[in-house]
Nanobody, 127 residues
Framework: VQLQASGGGLVQAGDSLGLSCAAS????????MAWFRQAPGKEREFVAA????????YYANSVKGRFTISRDNAKNTVYLQMNSLKPEDTAVYYC?????????????????????WGQGTLVTVSS
């Protein structure tokens, strides 16, 4: 699938922001979807993932309770709602897709496991 992330911007600490990732291609509803982020000077890190049905979600400890991942298979879109944002959430956020989800519970947080990536959208949180 081809992915297009959007929704980034400049916000203040404590604010909320929602990201979207629109997918093209018929395989979207068969893909496990995820969000990763990369802060300046740091490696890309896992944020959240969501199974095809949307019933199972995974979160990094750093965002658990503040971020929510969701999807609308009818719209071929995955979302990331970010609340109570902190300056340390500043990063480029990427959406990713994986079609073959065998052993997803083992690999979901590993960026090399994913097949397709969006171009990234910048989120800046000021203190």
């Amino acid at each position: 699938v081809q992915l297009q992330a959007s929704g980034g911007g400049l916000v203040q600490a404590g604010d909320s922001l929602g990201l979207s990732c629109a997918a093209s291609g018929r395989a979207f509803n068969k893909c496990l979807m995820a969000w990763f982020r990369q802060a300046p000077g740091k490696e890309r890190e896992f944020v959240a993932a969501l199974t095809q049905s949307g019933r199972t979600t995974y979160y990094a400890n750093s965002v658990k309770g503040r971020f929510t991942i969701s999807r609308d298979n009818a719209k071929n879109t995955v979302y990331l709602q970010m609340n109570s944002l902190k300056p340390e959430d500043t990063a480029v956020y990427y959406c990713a897709a994986r079609l073959d989800t065998y052993d997803a519970r083992i690999y979901y947080s590993q960026d090399k496991w994913y097949d397709d990536w969006g171009q990234g959208t910048l989120v800046t949180v000021s203190s």
